[in-house]
């Protein structure tokens, strides 16, 4: 259900703060930090509290200023939505990385590291982005082309060349 009470004018403020504090934090790929994610618009995931706060993963650095957040959530959607979700269990808690709703972010958001995760965890991530995003249904799929399209054989190729170097530097 789309929450229809937005407060933009509080985000806004939030926004302006952190945006100002300019604080930087070292972060690392696959780290799990509480980052100001925001109020957003329609479907798309928003922050919680005060500060529009919600647990991120750390799935891609691009620089000190950048990176590629996965946003987690502890409500179970696997029934609704098995391939946007993939679960694991964090301190003891369960929680769903919403890898539907991945983003680029800037570096300013992050507040505080709560951890990092474990090698099958980072395994399970990587194979639920595998099975959502290079999946046989295709749009070229959909509209009846037969066969796999050539971009989605070069996907195929390039993650499994990444998943090779993936396994040769963390294992």
Known sequence: MEKLDRNYKWWFGVKSDVQRRKTLH???EW???WCAIGENVGVEINGKGAKFERPIIIHKKFSKLGL??????????????PDWYVHFRFKGRDEYAA??????ISAYRLYRR????????????????????????TPSAKKGVTGKSRIYLHC?????KIKRCFRELHF
């Open 99 to 104: 890898i539907h709703q991945v983003e680029t």
């Open 68 to 81: 590629m957040a996965i946003p987690l959530t502890t409500k179970d959607h696997t029934i609704e939505a």
């Open 114 to 137: 709560m951890g990092s995760l474990d090698d099958s965890d980072i395994q399970r991530i990587i194979d639920g982005f595998e099975k959502l995003y290079f999946q046989k249904n």
């Open 31 to 33: 780290q799990i930090w």
């Open 156 to 160: 195929i190729k390039f993650l499994r």
């Open 26 to 28: 070292d972060f690392k």
